[in-house]
């Protein structure tokens, strides 16, 4: 339940600053018996948790809320529970904080070393999953930061009363109940506000769609991470194995399609176009297919493919279809309209492979195996907080690491310098 | 000389990004070849490179430039020739690119690995030094980056003289001319809208005073890595040794008070105070002490400190002088006044030293060192494009790594996700 005078965001700031300097002080031990404690304490307080959510999908379904988004609002004992087991997941996870990233000694007996600490005050704009609201903390406090939390005006109750439990596994924890706060405001301004929290947060994480991602862009003045948008491809060169080909592409469209690495574009070379795409669109039943002009030679029910449709994140049954003339037609293909997430290649030779690798720019490129493995737990980081597809500090699946920072520690015996 | 109609912003940065996909193919040899061409080069056209430097300077001097900007500005033959050994320098450096950071096999017999790749285009803001133009470039280059320049008005023909020669380097080695661009256009509106050239510049690294940051953080939409201010302190510990000290806090104050990593605010325990401080105001000789009460009843001859001081990069002969009670109130003065950039301790005290390294939150600790050594160079990085003080991507001084981003690539052998 939310207190009757929300803290403002200058309370929230101040209380996790402070919180974020305990925190930095922490043992992993205590870190991790928070997060038991919190885990335990969303279990026994599950039903409580639930019946507020219970007004806040009452209310959005009196808003009109589609069906999705109700689902997503939605918590049952199920949810709440598997989101005690996600924190408890994590509790177990190898601490990153205090790892040696490099150390070497210099001529003149300076020892360096870069050490892995938190980042300190971590922000978390999202929408209207509250799971978020225990993941994020989850993984934040795991690596020794302080949590900011925003999440959308549909989920305000539902997200304060997680948070209050969360609050109480940190105090069992003789932690800062402070190491986790919630902007019980949902407005535009608050957002804003939020992304331009110089000096109280040292990293936004923003998850949510396109308008957020350009909101942040536009006025955040913290830094930030951008978990942002898979336009996929898979390019089945001439050499691809096809049955290999055809497993990868069905599994890459169809195995879970509104995810963001999903393939939403299939490229085909020529040389192999003719007896490979009629068997994957058979393969790929129930899939809306859009073609160029080569495709639909070959697949004549495929619906035309514009330009927009190149672009498009369809997170949807509709696959966009290119033949293309050769492997520099795929890479400039793929750099014209890719978002820099996941890239995949079937091939059977090594030039081939080797220069996809070394010439796509994306967060992941896979030679042989499907998209849908580029996510945190697939690829074995253990959990994410997000899949970035920026180029600075993490790109891909953000693990713990992602929410570290590394500082230099030097030590000598009484070094100046000439 | 730059060219009577100068190629505008999108000009630039498509040729750019065009340069950044071939450079992405090219061999750390190629690219090395380009570096030393440029070097050759600047070193045989450094007369036409000081006359045009020369007009520069002219109407700098005119406009009623400063000594400390005209000799800022101002290029000789030897400080051409120092542009060139510096090329060199970096084309001998060891190539981050195509580094493996990690690796590893998943169950399911997929091959991870994390790989650094080049940024791609790299945006530099700077002031009025003209080697910037090829300090930076060198290091672009070297890290496979393509570099976007712009730089002051002051310096536009002698950066324009430079690029060219540049250019030349970089057609003698076969890469792209377009592998540097240079914005000859040196408004407020120009930089502005080169910080916010997202899709064009991966990363920008804004070289200049806090204007300049606060410029960057207000309107840039494209990544951005902050070189922002050192308000550096020393804390002289209670069991410090007192020769030590000393020749710490004179090195870090007067070796160069100019530069970021010079220490601002002196902080002694209390416990040493009466004997340490009247010992290393002697050896302070030409420094203004501005002391808190405890100091100045000791050093009478001392300003008084105010709040502001506490909060200054004096970049100059100026010293604030603090005791305190303790190690804590060390740390809270340090996490109150500090700008994240260097602090250091100095002690003999193992946990005295431990604590200091955990909890103060900067870009670097040191222990029983100067804060002078925080410098690409002098810890081993062998050359640096700035010191960051923010905490995502980079923290510290910032080396060719730097440069450099991580991509997963992922091989398998027709893995489908269930």
């Known amino acids: 339940m939310v207190a009757h005078a929300p803290p403002t965001l200058d309370d929230l700031g101040a209380a996790a600053r402070e919180a974020a300097r305990v925190l930095a002080r922490s043992s992993s031990n205590q870190r991790a018996d928070a997060l038991l404690a ?11 948790v639930v019946a507020v959510n219970a007004t806040d999908v009452a209310a959005a379904e009196a808003d009109g809320a589609t069906p999705t988004v109700l689902d997503r609002l939605r918590l049952d004992a199920g949810r709440v529970a598997a989101m005690a087991a996600g924190l408890r997941k994590v509790a177990a996870l190898a601490d990153p904080v205090g790892q040696v990233v490099a150390g070497w000694v210099r001529p003149n007996g300076l ?29 934040c406090l795991k690596a020794g930061n302080a949590v900011l939390l925003r999440g959308s005006s549909s989920a305000l109750a539902t997200n304060g009363a997680i948070v209050e439990v969360l609050g109480d596994g940190l105090a069992k924890a003789g932690l800062p109940v402070g190491s986790v706060g919630f902007l019980a405001e949902a407005s535009h301004e608050s957002a804003v506000a939020f992304m331009r929290a110089t000096g109280t947060i040292d990293c936004l994480v923003p998850r949510g769609g396109p308008s957020l991602i350009a909101a942040v862009r536009e006025h955040a003045t913290v830094p930030y991470v951008i978990d942002g948008d898979g336009n996929c491809h898979v390019f089945v060169d001439a050499s691809a194995d096809a049955g290999m080909a055809e497993s990868i592409v069905v599994n890459a469209k169809t195995q879970r399609p509104g995810v963001c690495n999903a393939m939403e574009t299939l490229l085909v070379h020529r040389q192999i176009a003719s007896t490979f795409l009629p068997r994957v669109a058979a393969a790929l039943e129930g899939v809306e297919l859009r073609g160029d002009e080569a495709t639909r030679a070959l697949l004549p029910t495929a619906e035309v493919a514009t330009e927009a449709d190149w672009a498009t994140e369809y997170l949807a049954p509709v696959l966009a279809v290119r033949v293309v003339d050769d492997l520099d037609a795929a890479i400039d293909h793929i750099a014209r309209y890719g978002s820099g997430h996941s890239e995949a290649i079937v091939t059977s030779d090594v030039a081939a492979a080797d220069r996809f690798t070394a010439e ?27 899949i970035s597809t ?10 713990l690491e992602a929410l570290t920072s590394v500082r230099f520690v030097v030590r000598g015996n009484g070094q100046v310098r000439r």
Request: net charge negative; proline share 4%.
């Open 390 to 399: 920026q180029k600075l500090h993490a790109r891909g699946p953000m693990g």
């Open 38 to 48: 919190a885990a335990d304490l969303l279990e026994s307080q599950a039903d409580r």
């Open 111 to 139: 020892r360096v070393e870069q050490v892995r600490v938190p980042l300190g005050v971590v922000g978390i704009i999202y929408e209207n999953r509250p799971n978020v609201t225990s993941d994020a903390f989850g993984l």
């Open 360 to 386: 796509v720019d994306a967060a992941a490129v896979l030679v042989n195996a499907s998209t849908r493995f580029i996510d945190g737990e697939e690829l074995g980081l253990g959990a994410e907080i997000g």
